[in-house]
C-alpha cells in the first residue's frame, strides 16, 4: 500500500515565488524516508502541503486511501506531525498538552490517558507530566513534540528537521526511538539538509532542489554512487 503519493504538485507562494514545480513522490507503508535538500529548496512547503498548513497550487495528495481534497479529515486523522519550531502554549502542562491534542482527534479520555502515560514514559517525559512545557529542556520540549504527533496513533509521522539544533546525544536517542516505532510499523518521513540523518535512518530518499526532485532512489544506491 502506498503511504504517501504526490502528483504533479505545485505551489507558487502569493509573492510569486515557485517554491515547487509539478513534483511527483511516492512512499510506500512502512517505509523510512528521507527528503534531503538545502535550505530554501522547498522541503517545509512540501510537508505544509502534506499536512494542509499550506493551500496547493496545483496537483494531487493522497494519504494511504484518502485524497486530502476529497477527504481532508480522514487524510489528517492518518498523518501526525512533529513541526520544526516549538509552538506550545508554554503555560500549559506537559500531560495536559497530549489530552488536548488527543481531543482534537476525537479520542475518548479512557483512550487518551494510558497513551499519553505511555508515551510520556517511552519518551523520558513522565517526571515532567505536571510541568508547564515553557520550563523544560530544549531536547524535551523536542520530545514533547514527537509525543504529541504520535498520540492520536498516526500512520504516517512527518519530522521537518527534527535534529537541528539538538546535541549529538539527544539525536542519537531520537533516533533509535524512531527506529523503533518505525520497526512497529509506523511510515516516517523526515526533512533534513544532513546526509549522515539520512543515511543513518532511512530507506529510501528524495532530494529536492529549488523546488523539484532531482534524485529519488533507495539510500545503498546512493551511497554506493557517493
Ligand atoms: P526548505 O524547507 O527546503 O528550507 P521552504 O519550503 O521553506 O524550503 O522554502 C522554499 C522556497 O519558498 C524558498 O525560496 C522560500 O524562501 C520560499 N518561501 C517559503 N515560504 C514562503 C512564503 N510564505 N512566502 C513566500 N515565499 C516563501
Ligand atoms: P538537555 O536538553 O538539557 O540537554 P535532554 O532533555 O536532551 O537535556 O535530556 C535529558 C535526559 O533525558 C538525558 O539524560 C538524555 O539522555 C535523556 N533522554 C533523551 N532522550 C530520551 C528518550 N527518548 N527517552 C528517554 N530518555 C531520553
Known amino acids: 500500500m502506498t503511504a504517501l503519493s504526490l502528483n504533479n504538485l505545485s505551489k507558487t507562494y502569493d509573492n510569486g515565488l515557485q517554491a515547487l514545480k509539478e513534483i511527483n513522490l511516492t512512499v510506500q507503508d512502512g517505509d523510512f524516508f528521507a527528503l534531503l535538500g538545502p535550505n530554501g529548496a522547498g522541503k517545509s512547503t512540501t510537508i505544509g502541503l502534506i499536512t494542509s498548513l499550506v493551500t496547493k497550487t496545483a496537483g494531487q495528495i493522497q494519504v494511504f ?13 492518518y498523518i501526525g506531525l512533529v513541526p520544526q519550531e516549538f509552538n506550545f502554549n508554554g503555560f500549559e502542562q506537559v500531560k495536559h498538552i497530549l489530552l488536548t491534542q488527543a481531543g482534537y482527534y476525537g479520542l475518548a479520555a479512557n483512550e487518551a490517558e494510558p497513551r499519553a502515560d505511555a508515551l ?7 517526571e515532567k507530566r505536571f510541568t508547564p512545557s515553557r520550563s523544560l529542556s ?68 528524495a532530494i529536492i532542489d529549488k523546488g523539484e526532485i532531482v534524485e529519488n532512489t533507495d539510500m545503498k544506491s546512493l551511497l554506493n554512487r557517493l
Open 138 to 205: 530544549g531536547g524535551m520540549k523536542r520530545r514533547l513534540m514527537i509525543a504529541r504527533a504520535l498520540v492520536h496513533q498516526p500512520k504516517l509521522l512527518i519530522l521537518d528537521e527534527p535534529t537541528a539544533g539538538v546535541d549529538i546525544e539527544l539525536r542519537r536517542s531520537m533516533w533509535t526511538f524512531l527506529r523503533d516505532i518505525n520497526r512497529q510499523g509506523t511510515t516516517i518521513i523526515l526533512t533534513t539538509h544532513y546526509l549522515e540523518e539520512a543515511e543513518n535512518l532511512c530507506r529510501n530518499i
Open 120 to 126: 510520556l514514559k517511552q519518551l523520558g517525559l513522565w
Open 65 to 77: 486511501d484518502a485524497d486530502l481534497d476529497e477527504d481532508p479529515e480522514l487524510a489528517k486523522s
